[in-house]
């Protein structure tokens, strides 16, 4: 009985943490709660799939928190600690992440647009974001990334019925990376048609295949960045250019 009492234990013991889940009307309870100079903790719950467009996060900590298909159409989570933190397949229709900490979250295939047409009033707020080694994949067509640190992030993913892990590019028609720091960053056959890079760090970005007809580089920094396989026009930079 000792013997099956302790294999119980460790097995019980050895199991990994599941997330907390809890409700909608849980989570605005607590940022309701939350007094002005304590950002609510909403760290490593799983929030998958919940109603939250529209709600104010009021800068909550959320690191390592489960947002996958959340709905945060005109949510405000601005200034908030997204740290690590999952937002794949979320609904992100004029949400706003204005200096909000994203370093290494993921942001796969999320659904931003309400049309099969882009809409430059529905596109997400990233400005002076902090999006460090953040995975993003998907159509981010008229983002706005100004001032925001994309140092060594991933635009894109890996195709799963390619044996050859070829990488599909994501979509970022016309977005806003204005005075952007995305050293390192990987953009590889990214669409930046009539993206802004103006005044962006680009060293050691890779830029190969990457679709870059009509963007502006005026006062970029591409030192040792990779634009071979670029289709060339007026608009881009001489390779590896400063």
């Known amino acids: 009985m000792k013997a099956i009492a302790f294999a119980l234990f460790a097995l019980c013991f050895c199991q990994p943490a599941q997330a907390d889940t809890i409700n909608a009307r849980e989570v605005v309870s607590r940022l309701f709660a939350a007094a002005p100079d304590q950002p609510p903790d909403l760290s490593g719950l799983d929030l998958a799939n919940?109603?939250?467009?529209?709600?104010?996060?009021?800068?909550?900590?959320?690191?390592?928190?489960?947002?996958?298909?959340?709905?945060?159409?005109?949510?405000?989570?601005?200034?908030?600690?997204?740290?690590?933190?999952?937002?794949?397949?979320?609904?992100?229709?004029?949400?706003?992440?204005?200096?909000?900490?994203?370093?290494?979250?993921?942001?796969?295939?999320?659904?931003?647009?309400?049309?099969?047409?882009?809409?430059?009033?529905?596109?997400?707020?990233?400005r002076g974001a902090n999006l460090e080694r953040a995975w993003l994949e998907g159509q981010f067509d008229f983002i706005d990334f100004t001032g925001a640190k994309l140092a060594g992030a991933r635009f894109g993913g890996l195709n799963p019925r390619d044996n050859q892990g070829l990488i599909t590019?994501?979509?970022?028609?016309?977005?806003?990376?204005?005075?952007?720091?995305?050293?390192?960053?990987?953009?590889?056959?990214?669409?930046?048609?009539?993206?802004?890079?103006?005044?962006?760090?680009?060293?050691?970005a890779n830029l190969r295949n990457a679709n870059l007809t009509k963007a502006t580089f005026d006062g970029a920094s591409l030192r040792e960045a990779d634009l071979s396989g670029t289709a060339q026009d007026d608009s881009q930079p001489a390779q590896g250019g400063g």
Do not use: H, W, Y
């Not at 970022?172 to 962006?200: H, P």
């Open 50 to 126: 919940l109603d939250l467009a529209g709600v104010d996060f009021k800068r909550a900590k959320l690191k390592g928190t489960s947002l996958f298909g959340t709905d945060l159409s005109g949510a405000n989570l601005s200034g908030c600690d997204m740290s690590g933190a999952v937002l794949d397949r979320a609904i992100l229709t004029n949400t706003n992440f204005t200096d909000a900490t994203l370093t290494e979250a993921s942001i796969r295939r999320p659904s931003i647009f309400l049309a099969m047409v882009p809409a430059a009033s529905e596109a997400a707020i990233f």
């Open 169 to 204: 590019g994501a979509v970022l028609r016309g977005a806003k990376f204005a005075r952007a720091i995305m050293t390192e960053a990987v953009l590889e056959r990214a669409d930046l048609s009539f993206a802004d890079f103006s005044g962006a760090q680009l060293d050691r």
